[in-house]
């Protein structure tokens, strides 16, 4: 990236209210190949403490600054090229801030196919087009046609004909036109869809948009998705309805200027041919190009923002988890994981075989209670993950059961196996596992995902978990671009252990290619574990910049050095050490309660002037010393764990629920209770004030106190409420 262009950076500075010095400090560092989150760590004092996101706006809009500049001075050269450039044309050009309105300057002297308006201009009627145009009152109609009828144009009749089409497409072509018909659309068009008369939709998915009408300004951008698709699966037709009164009315004021000129009638028929054949349908096709564009941000938007609270979920740590991958008839596969999440033992059971008469085999069952209740108490198991899929109900009804007989402390809870069997059929879990089946290494992926849903989550492609809406139906390369940036916020957040680490969880940390993060596990495998980080130089291809945009991110437990354990960087090493000697500290006293006393009572402004540290940096520092393990997923909920069960068929309205939030869309959570089925809380049955969005309120994970307003048994449908009954 070249910073070369201030007039795009003014522009930004204004849009975003960020100061001039700090959008190029930002750009000078995207350009030297410094990555977001390095900047936003590690560079606060240069940027102002600008975060990721508020640094990727800036790269984004400079991007888009930066190509529309090109796109004007391409747009100036080829109107000059013709010799028809004028200074003011030139000025309104360079003024505008969009590319659509750009290209609404360009389209009159865009090379265009054969058109009515090309052909009438070849047989010289552009003249006549001219001299209608004047809204000329006086003189005589036939002294002004009469020079362009000939051979070709035999008649007046035919010249008008001809010269109309010109005249049509120089109103299409006009910007201001184009640009008060646009903005006119957004604000009072329509869209309307009608259901087609085939039988493409027997499950009536799409019933609420057979038949319908919405304003362009008000629909939302979840439906227009939904219209979206039901359109492309040949269901519904859509159109987008204009203004045409108003659009005719304002085309003829500046047209004719009202005046009864000698041609009205034929600009008054131009004009109508105009709009219709020309204007309308290529303004409603960039109307719904842009309520698309935004849907698709909205879109990716959720699906971003539901797949960072999944990643930061609090894990559980330390503990023996019994992964459950359920089943009817294969079994239910068992993975048996270690603390560390090392694979203890694998097993399979069937308390869901069904015999001849469709009767759960009792033997079996037996058989599969014995084989828990081993497993728990050879490995002191704590908590026992059933994954969401195929008989997780019936699993969960089984598991609750044997905790119950046999007075088990052991809990139990529902993970979400979103993208599990993508990861079980993977390269990456065949080369982790190349001796079990895709089924038991789910099981593993299940038990591992709470333990630390974050290490587990990397290894699947973002897009293959479930958390978002229409996910399907956006630009694939935007979702990914999002979705992946989403991940390495948010490994870079939480930082990684350098000896634990597996390859897909390294791949997102600052500055690390898989490449590097392979060479650093075979490094590891080599020579053991890494003592310090120091030691990262020595792995090949991890060269000095790269050293540099990584090595805050990677933690070393019980290493040599205490600072390698916590987010300071190598550089501020020395600074952290003269911080140390200024409260009478030492490494060894990193996170205890003397520590954090020590820090509190220091006095920053005093030590950010004596040791010469800016404040961003030295508060960085200080935070490191108090919590030098700090994880920012402790402050996040964790999993519900549960020792009983409930069912579909016992829920009333009126219950009081508490229950897990596992998706945000745009109108509304669905919650997770622990029945088989999730409830919806409605936007409107939030909170008793207006809520914008449901992610203001909650995110995925997130643990909420819900009550059941109504329940549909035959379609597994249940309302809930955020809102206490009164």
Known sequence: MEVVNENVI????????????????VLEMLADEKTVAFIARYRKEVTGGLDEEKIRAISDAYNYGVNLAKRKADVIRLIEEKGLLTDELREEIESRTKLIEVE????????????KASEAIALGLDGLADIMMKNWQKGSREEFIKPFINDKVPTEEKALTLAKYIVAERISDNAEYRGAIRDNALKYGTIICKKKNNDKDPEEKYKNYYECSEAIAR???????????AENEDVISVNIELKPIWDIDYLTWKVTWKKDSLFRKELDEAIADSYKRLIQPSIAREIRSIKNDEAEIQAIHIFSLNLKNLLLQAPMKGKVVLGVDPAFRTGCKLAVISPSSNVLEIGVIYPNEKSKDQTVDPKLVIQSKKKIVDLINKYNVEIIAIGNGTASRETESFIAEVI??????????IVSEAGASVYSASELAIEEFPDLTVEKRSAISIARRIQDPLAELVKIDPKSIGVGQYQHDVTESKLSKSLDEVVEDA???VGVNLNTASVSLLSYVSGLSKTISKNIIDYREKNGRFYTREELKKVSKLGPKTYEQCVGFLRILDGKNKFDMTSIHPESYKKAKQLLDELGMDESMLGTDMMIQAVEGANKEDLSKKLDIDMYTLNDILDAFKAPLRDIRDSYDGLKLRSDIMHFEDIKIGDELDGTVRNVVDFGVFVDCGVKYDGLVHISKMSKNKVNHPSDMVGVGDSVHVYVIDIDYNKHKMALSLIKPE
Request: charged share 40%.
């Open 10 to 25: 003014e522009q930004i500075s204004k849009e975003e209210n960020i100061k001039v010095d700090q959008i190029k400090a």
């Open 104 to 115: 609404d300057l360009y389209r009159p002297f865009k090379e265009k196919k054969k058109t």
């Open 219 to 229: 629909i939302k951008p979840h439906r227009l998705l939904a219209i979206n698709r």
């Open 404 to 413: 119950n007989e046999n007075k088990l402390s052991t809990k139990y809870v």
């Open 491 to 493: 490994v870079n957040r």
